[in-house]
Antibody
Framework: QVQLVQSGAEVKKPGASVRVSCRAS????????ITWVRQAPGRGLEWMGW????????SDAQNFQGRVTMTTDTSTSTAYMELRSLGSDDTAIYFC??????????WGQGTLVTVSS | DIQMTQSPSSLSASVGDRVTITCRAS??????LGWYQQKPGKAPKRLIY???SLQSGAPSRFSGSGSGTGFTLTISSLQPEDFAAYYC?????????FGQGTKVEV
């Protein structure tokens, strides 16, 4: 079955960077783009960006442009999201997911990133 | 960017109630819309895709309708496990955008 397994919780200082991984299994990794979504405490879902493991095409939300880098490693079926220049408002749970316009929709378990001095 | 305006932000309901949540897109998105349920501490789960298609495994009391700019999620008879947050997501164009969410409470 399809699984997306994310890396563990992180605690970072303001100004630092964090890299979250998302290891996929149960399907051909290049078939679906990887989407990153985050949720700050008590807040709604925020779409961060998308990357195609097949072509490398990507799209970032304007809020994160210049601060986020999404990559994929097809040899290990793993996607990565790096967020730089962290501030306290980046404290959130970060999710990876795959979906299509049809019935496919799978999510990772989420990774808590805490930014604190 | 396409803005998704979701309402209400919260609602109070009882088991057995019919519940309706709406999303309005700032421009036409055909039927490229999904509805998600999220419970505290968990990843979202999609209930509806393509505006009105029921996701495999989702209960049939959930239904979606709409096209273009106006969309609705309906829960025909609210069950105890349905108390959660609900979000719409447009996937017509990049960047994708979520509605602000609706918290369904007792």
């Amino acid at each position: 079955q399809v699984q997306l397994v994310q890396s563990g919780a992180e605690v970072k200082k303001p100004g630092a960077s964090v890299r979250v991984s998302c290891r996929a299994s149960g399907y051909t990794f290049t078939t679906y783009g990887i989407t990153w979504v985050r949720q700050a405490p008590g807040r709604g879902l925020e779409w961060m960006g998308w990357i195609s493991p097949y072509s490398g095409d990507r799209s970032d939300a304007q809020n994160f442009q210049g601060r986020v880098t999404m990559t994929t490693d097809t040899s290990t079926s793993t996607a990565y999201m790096e967020l730089r220049s962290l501030g306290s408002d980046d404290t959130a749970i970060y999710f990876c997911s795959i979906s299509d316009g049809g019935s496919v929709d799978h999510w990772g378990q989420g990774t808590l990133v805490t930014v604190s001095s | 960017d396409i803005q998704m305006t979701q309402s209400p932000s919260s609602l109070s309901a009882s088991v057995g109630d019919r519940v309706t949540i709406t999303c309005r897109a700032s421009q036409g998105i055909r039927n490229d819309l999904g509805w998600y349920q999220q419970k505290p501490g968990k990843a979202p789960k999609r209930l509806i895709y393509a505006a009105s298609s029921l996701q495999s495994g989702a209960p049939s009391r959930f239904s979606g309708s709409g096209s273009g700019t106006g969309f609705t999620l309906t829960i025909s008879s609210l069950q105890p496990e349905d108390f959660a947050a609900y979000y719409c997501l447009q996937y017509n164009s990049f960047p994708r955008t979520f509605g602000q969410g609706t918290k369904v409470e007792v």
